[in-house]
Structures are given as C-alpha cells and as structure tokens.
Nanobody, 115 residues
Framework: QVQMVESGGGLVQAGGPLRLSCVAN????????MGWYRQAPGKQREFVAH???????IYADSVKGRFTISRDNAKNTVYLQMNSLKPEDTAVYYC?????????WGQGTQVTVSS
C-alpha cells in the first residue's frame, strides 16, 4: 500500500508560478509511475502529467510548455512546477502513484488562479 500526501496549493495571480509537491509513503519500491491529475468544479478529473521510473514524461496538451513534472526518488517525492498559470488552471490537483499495489491517490490540493 502507498499513501500520497500533496502540498503547495494556494491562490496565485494569472501568469504567476506555483509548485506542488507530493510525498509517497509505504511500499514505494513498487511504484512505477507517479503523476498529477486535476478536477475543476463541475468537470471530470483530467490527466495533467506523469513520469515513469525511467524518467519518461507525458503532459496534457493544455499544460505543455508551462508545467514540468519531476521526481526526487531519494525523497519519494514528485513535483509539479506550474508556470504562466491561467484562470482555467483553477482546480483541485491530485497526485497518484501506480504500481503493483494498483493506484493510490492523494487527498488533493486546491489551486486557484485569479485573473
């Protein structure tokens, strides 16, 4: 079992940066992929980015060139650096981990971008 704990959300003006962090605890040796999703009010949860154990990354088209995912394996942490934020990036952001245990989700952290 793996537990995920996000931090770093908050209120930011459009155009500004914000960095989210997510620490994984538990059976971290079995994690293959760590990633980020988001859910805006009234919308379904959507994929944002993920990174495999080999460092391969995939981004949603809506965040390419603005968001960067990274991992610090020594700290069991995945980050999401968000730059040039837009009001439409406002959502609850969730990190997840996928591995032999299945999929684990964090509790979410609110990101609000004001115009």
């Amino acid at each position: 079992q793996v537990q995920m704990v996000e931090s770093g959300g908050g209120l930011v003006q459009a155009g500004g940066p914000l960095r989210l962090s997510c620490v994984a605890n538990g059976s971290i040796f079995s994690i293959n992929v760590m990633g980020w999703y988001r859910q805006a009010p009234g919308k379904q949860r959507e994929f944002v980015a993920h990174m495999t154990n080999r460092g391969w990354t995939i981004y949603a088209d809506s965040v390419k060139g603005r968001f960067t995912i990274s991992r610090d394996n020594a700290k069991n942490t995945v980050y999401l650096q968000m730059n040039s934020l837009k009001p439409e990036d406002t959502a609850v952001y969730y990190c997840n981990a996928v591995g032999g245990f299945g999929t684990s989700w964090g509790q979410g952290t609110q990101v609000t971008v004001s115009s």
